[in-house]
């Protein structure tokens, strides 16, 4: 593998973290960075940074952003982007990836890109419902503005600094498995 389609995976798993704080966001940023020419997208891929889609990923971030601060819609949205996450992440790896076999492109999409961000968002998720539960949901705007912040600030890292980007995902995914083993059945935390 050559260094450009190291970097163009770094940047696939980069946003495919921040897909796992908000879903809609690493993509209007990665549509964005293809439209003003930051980045250039797998050709099947380009109409992510037209300007239909993104109007689109425009749309869909405020709709996001703003539902997450009403208390318990928040749970309810977690539960319907969970699986929505692992599809954005894998999407955003096979957009980014290049110079790969399509099998080997979709093998390190699914299991980097989905696996990741799918991992973050059960993370966040958990979180969210922790707080909904010990808060009565008064925590989870502060939770919200959290995750917005980290998924604008990993997207646009991994658009300019790939390498930075998954060096924070790789801190990012200690984290969560940190966290999995806290509250993880049967184990008792230290």
Known sequence: MDTGTI???FLGVGLAASVGFRVFLPLLVLGMASHFGLWELNESWRWIGSIPALTIWGVAVIAEIFAY???????LLD???LPLAGIAGTLAV???????????TWTIALIAGGGTAAAIKGASSATRLTSSVTTAGFGNPILSTIETIISAV????????PVIA????????????????????GRKAK
């Open 166 to 185: 998954i060096i924070l995902v790789i801190i990012i995914l200690f984290m969560v498995l940190r966290f999995y083993n806290r509250i993880r059945p």
């Open 7 to 9: 970097v163009s995976i």
């Open 69 to 75: 601060y009403i208390p318990w819609v928040d749970n």
């Open 94 to 104: 096979v957009s980014t990836a290049a110079g790969m076999d399509p099998a080997m």
């Open 154 to 161: 990993l997207s646009v890292l991994s658009v300019l600094l």
């Open 79 to 81: 539960s319907i982007a």
